[in-house]
């Protein structure tokens, strides 16, 4: 048996959010991140276990939003 397997399905990965956590921590709705997931932008994002199901880490969060920033002139 592998360790894995003893994990319950609904486990997101270690130090990962699930889209409707990652979606308020952006502040956009959930249905956007599916769009962006499907449209090749926004966050990076991590596909786990037998279903396809997706996570989104911190630091990809973190960073997508630091790219994404805009500084304005004072």
């Known amino acids: ?3 894995t397997s ?3 399905r609904s486990t997101t990965p270690s130090g990962a959010l ?3 956590q990652a979606a308020e ?11 962006w997931r499907t449209d090749g ?6 596909r786990y276990g037998t279903r396809g199901r997706v996570a ?3 630091a990809d969060l973190q960073a ?3 790219k994404n920033r805009i500084v304005t002139a004072n």
Do not use: D, E, R, W
């Open 18 to 20: 699930p889209p409707a």
């Open 25 to 35: 921590f952006l502040g956009v709705a959930v249905k956007t991140m599916a769009n």
């Open 6 to 8: 003893s994990l319950p």
């Open 56 to 58: 989104y880490l911190l």
């Open 41 to 46: 932008v926004g966050p990076s994002y991590v």
């Open 64 to 66: 997508y939003m630091q």
């Open 1 to 3: 048996m592998t360790i």
